[in-house]
């Protein structure tokens, strides 16, 4: 009998035996840590339409964090389908108690239809398996990291390493000499796995007050 919420987050999410094959594309483990009592394992999900981004916590701690990317086909459902697939290998792995989600923005563009469906999709899958799912804007997420809901991407990653993540320290982007220039294609490939990160990280500190870089 399913239940009426979420799952209670002391009981594991169990699949079976695991799958064999491949690891997820660039998905890394964290840096080993003494397991926080009383805190959901958290899965942040950052979803575009070429690439998304994961990182997965434990109150202070980053249990694992990757950057997928996703390969368009035919029809938007190809990749929506890829990004299913990596989300559920998630879930196997570290069964979350919370999936927080990027909320999109709703404008009338192809490419914000294209997210729009790719989020309800992760999220409906999450609350099928009796996750509960917080969906969050991009403006909560920031405001809540860095005390400015117009931060950018870079403030985002830089005051996430100095909360405590420094061992990601080596793939956060320089930021460029003149503002004009932006960041080249290569330097904004983990700043998907931080945003994720970030979503994650205020998900939680949602739960249990702001967080500072003492909580690491």
Avoid at 133 to 152: D, F, I
Avoid at 169 to 187: F, Y
Wanted: some cysteine; glycine content about 8%.
């Amino acid at each position: 009998m399913r239940l009426s919420g979420p799952r209670p987050c002391s009981r594991p999410l169990i699949f079976g035996a695991a799958r064999k094959g491949p690891r997820p594309e660039q998905e890394r483990e964290g840096t080993p840590h003494p397991m926080p009592s009383q805190r959901p394992t958290i899965l942040g999900l950052d979803p575009g339409t070429r690439f998304l981004g994961a990182a997965v916590i434990r109150g202070p701690k980053l249990l694992a964090y990757g950057v997928h990317q996703l390969r368009n086909g035919e029809r938007p459902y190809d990749l929506i389908g890829q990004a299913r697939s990596i989300v559920l290998r998630y879930i196997e792995r570290h069964a979350p108690c919370v999936v927080a989600i990027e909320a999109p923005y709703l404008i009338a563009t192809k490419r914000a239809s294209v997210l729009s469906a790719l989020a309800q999709e992760l999220a409906a899958r999450a609350r099928e398996l009796e996750i509960e799912v917080r969906e969050l804007s991009p403006e909560e997420v920031r405001e809540k990291l860095t005390g400015n809901p117009r931060a950018t991407k870079i403030d985002v990653a830089e005051a996430l390493v100095a909360r405590g993540f420094e061992e990601l320290k080596p793939l956060m982007p320089k930021r460029p000499v003149r503002s004009a220039l932006g960041l080249r294609a290569k330097d904004k490939y983990w700043l998907h796995m931080f945003d994720a990160l970030g979503i994650a990280h205020a998900a939680d500190a949602g739960s249990h007050g702001a967080l500072t870089s003492n909580d690491r």
